[in-house]
């Protein structure tokens, strides 16, 4: 009998213990989810962000009523926590993604921005200021069937600042050059899409922005949502309040851009890919009327010397920035590379070597954006290595 009451009031005893677990298992896994942002639906390691709009005030616990803290329009969360829907949505906000919480913000005065991806506008010299719509499709209607009388008749009255009430254009990029580096500003991405301008490729693009006219009147105003189309290698967008304009110098926008090769016995059918894409790029830069503005430069890296005298050299510089202006000096440079046909000592190879001869031998000066592209098929020697 004992046994068997034993058994009857285990089972009971055993499910209190493991709700118990249950329970607790459940809280800590709240605890650690209260640490990590939410993900975007459908997502495994994207997490939702978004941004505050004009007049968004930072609030201690969802409906609350205090003064709340003042954000600056256009700052970037991650998403914690959402708590209520539609007008009484509110959203716990950190500015990282490890648990860097602030607070609570209406979710009306945030922005989705799950892409964080932002455009800026490129110099008008030499081109149209681009032209922000009101909405998606009538934006579509005139780049899809070429509405090219219409497009000129709103250009003109955008740049005249004639625009009637209800025109299709809110807004025009400003006439001069703003410069992100010495004026920063966010334009951010809302959504895009993908289309045919006759046979060029163009992306249609929703952007968001802060009215200047809002700013000016001391008012705390509302973000316009516009659309913009831009060729896909370059976007145009609404300058937002923070810009301020600047001027550049006449040749416009320049970009160094040096590849630094590995050129060990393994390397050859690289070498010969790396000459076959930058032929591409020259040809595509040429098809926009942008060779000028883009200026190429190679060094080659092997290894140590002394391991394996036969690999000639550990950097050489094949084409330097200034002969990189010329397609058919640099092109020529490159077809005298070549892989050593002397094995190195290991696996590994000088690649700090090929940075470090790009970084100091190339005149950098001149440039507005310096890319340097490593190319290599091995594990680069670091300093604790004898070789």
Known sequence: MRKRLTMRTTPPYHAVLLLLASLLGAGAAAAQEATEPLLMPGKQSLYQRVLAAPGALLQPAPGARTAGEPVTPFTAFYVYASKGEGENAWLQVGTGRHGDVVGWLPAGRTLEWNQGLTVVFRDPVGH????????????????????????????????????????????????????INEDFYLVPIRAHEDLYVGNELARLLRVSSVPLEAVADGAAPTPASVQAAAPASAAAAAVPAQATPSQTGPDGYTAGLVFVIDATLSMDPYIERTREA?????????????????????VAFRDNLEA???????????????????????????????????????????AYAGVKQALDDMDWSGHNARYVVLITDAGA????DPL
């Not at 934006?139 to 069937?145: H, I, P, R, S, Y």
């Not at 020697?381 to 604790?384: I, W």
Request: glycine share 6%.
């Open 308 to 350: 394996a005298p036969g690999l000639e050299y550990l950097a050489r510089t094949y084409v330097d920035l200034e002969q990189g202006r010329n397609p058919t000096t640099f092109l020529n440079n490159v077809n005298e590379l070549s892989a050593t046909q002397v094995s190195s000592r290991d696996f590994r190879e000088d």
């Open 128 to 179: 149209d200021r681009a032209l922000l719509f009101r909405d998606k499709e009538a934006l579509k209607t005139m780049a899809t069937e070429r509405q090219l009388e219409r497009y000129s008749q709103l250009y003109l009255e955008a740049v005249s600042d004639t625009l009637p009430d209800g025109s299709p254009v809110v807004a025009i990029q400003p006439a001069n050059h703003i410069d």
């Open 278 to 298: 930058v032929m591409k790029i020259y040809d595509r830069l040429g098809d926009a009327g942008l060779l000028g503005n883009v200026n190429f430069g190679l």
């Open 381 to 384: 020697r670091d300093a604790g």
